[in-house]
């Protein structure tokens, strides 16, 4: 799966919330979230120069309010995930590993969100010095995201969906996310389509 530079502007790979926690073993596992982290540790190896920006997000839990629950729903409420200074919210080390050691230096900048409520998309994230993922990616001259992670029904379809209304032409990259089940990926996948999100590849 080559990815290239498309027009003018530069293009963008997000990896979204590749975390412990969301990966087998993790406090809220996705299947297959590990297989993914090496998949795109490995990819971001083979394809960096594609890439004018690659940032990585992270679900990063202070006190969420709601969105953790001892009796979760598991649509609006959850058992308690990435929680800052917990192991859970660290980066998968299968990043690393799938690519060979090196992954953090290939990745420009790390965008964190939801100390303090909840947030599924990349773009309620902020950089470390506070400025929002959309400013940070419009400043780097990106014009369009590449999106792959972790889950693709729920953080990766939210980042994805968000991207497209700002004005971003977005993919996403199926083989390299995971979702947490077929029926809520199906209809993410097929709200993507209608917000003209190019889905690429298959899902495995």
């Known amino acids: 799966m080559a990815a290239s530079v498309d027009g003018p502007g530069g293009r963008a ?25 090496e ?5 971001v190896r083979e394809h960096r120069d594609a890439y004018t920006r690659v940032v990585t997000t992270q679900d990063w839990h202070v006190d969420p309010g709601d969105h953790f629950s001892a009796a979760p729903d598991f649509a609006r409420s959850w058992p308690p995930h990435c ?34 409520a909840a947030a599924y998309s990349g773009f309620e994230a902020v950089t470390p010095d506070g400025q929002p993922l959309d400013g940070y990616l419009r400043a780097a001259g990106v014009q369009s995201v590449d999106v792959v992670g972790i889950a693709t ?21 199926l083989a390299l996310c ?3 089940a077929p029926a809520s990926t199906e209809r993410a996948l097929s709200e993507l389509r209608a917000a003209g999100v190019e889905l690429v590849g298959d899902l495995v």
Do not use: I, M, W
């Open 83 to 116: 929680v800052v200074g917990t192991g859970g919210a660290d980066l998968h080390p299968g990043l690393d590993a799938g690519h060979g050691g090196g992954f953090a230096q290939d990745v420009d900048v790390a965008v964190r969100k939801g100390e303090h």
């Open 153 to 173: 029904d729920h953080c990766v379809r939210a980042t994805a969906l968000d991207a497209a209304k700002a004005g971003y032409g977005v993919r996403v990259l």
């Open 39 to 43: 998949a795109v540790g490995a990819y």
């Open 13 to 37: 790979l997000v990896v979204v919330d590749v975390q412990n926690d969301f990966c087998e073993g993790g406090s809220l596992a996705v299947a297959g979230g590990a297989e993914v982290a």
């Open 178 to 180: 995971a979702g947490v």
